[in-house]
């Protein structure tokens, strides 16, 4: 295996514009890709995300009621008149088997819309960290970035701390095949040499874990955010927009 170029941008509009890379991780810890995650495993048919909210409800629209759900999250709060909000604790079985979500939230479906033309497309969250560095190293991806979502356009901690999470694996299961292209990478990844024996006790410090926890009831959340590698599900991009399981 050669060696993979990585790279690291906190928020969407740090992404270069122009040329792609081969493959794109998008992160977004509280909570949006955790939420696509455990959807996923939890059997939803696929997940669609928007950037817009009225985008999303004239696609919907088209949809079956009986078939579909509505995830809308703005400041951390449940979009009024939209079946669920962003928490992963909402996503069980019950509630999404064979059902497509149509998503939309604060931060991190702005992300995935950035990338969306990148031909290999990947959510990651905590909990399935070690699902997405397989799934990079049986690919054999030349160039893959990493991008955070990170508050209304600046950065985060905890999406820095999942990127660190995801450089590590890869380094320590590629036998040190990989290239840090940039300083951002590198200080993610002291940040989660520094964090990752406690990895809740980073989420309760960043701003985004603390104002969920103004705003509501989110400790439960914040615990399972902070799950590492529960998850065998790769939510991958199957058509623009539309994230499946692998």
């Known amino acids: 295996m050669g060696f993979v170029r990585l790279s690291y941008f906190h928020v969407a509009a740090d992404v270069p514009k122009g040329k792609l890379p081969d493959a794109a991780v998008v992160i977004d810890v509280l909570r949006a890709t955790t939420t696509i995650a455990f959807a996923l495993h939890n059997g939803a048919e696929s997940v669609q995300v928007f950037d817009n909210l009225d985008d999303l409800r004239q696609t919907a629209n088209k ?35 064979g059902k497509r979500l149509f998503m939309s939230t604060t931060n991190g479906t702005r992300s995935l819309h950035r990338v969306r033309d990148v031909q290999s497309l990947y959510t990651m969250a905590l909990a399935n960290r ?23 356009g600046t950065y985060s901690l905890e999406d820095s701390l999942a990127a660190g999470a995801l ?20 200080s ?8 990752k024996d406690d990895v809740l006790g980073c989420l309760r410090l960043s701003t985004h874990g603390k104002r969920l926890l103004r705003i509501g009831d989110h400790e439960r959340d914040l615990k399972c955010c902070a ?13 623009p927009g539309i994230l499946c399981a692998s």
């Open 188 to 195: 993610a990844l002291a940040l989660w040499e520094k964090w």
């Open 130 to 152: 070690q699902a997405v560095v397989e799934q990079l190293l049986k690919e054999g991806f030349e160039e893959v970035w990493i991008v955070g979502s990170g508050w209304e």
């Open 227 to 239: 799950t590492l590698d529960e998850l065998l599900i790769v939510p991958t991009q199957s058509s």
């Open 167 to 186: 450089i590590e694996s890869l380094i320590q299961n590629s036998f040190n095949a990989v290239d840090v292209m940039n300083d951002e990478l590198s």
């Open 63 to 97: 949809w079956p009621e009986s078939s579909r759900l509505l995830l809308g999250e703005r400041g951390g709060k449940r979009v009024e008149g939209f079946d669920l909000g962003n928490s992963p604790l909402t996503v069980g079985t019950e509630q999404v088997s």
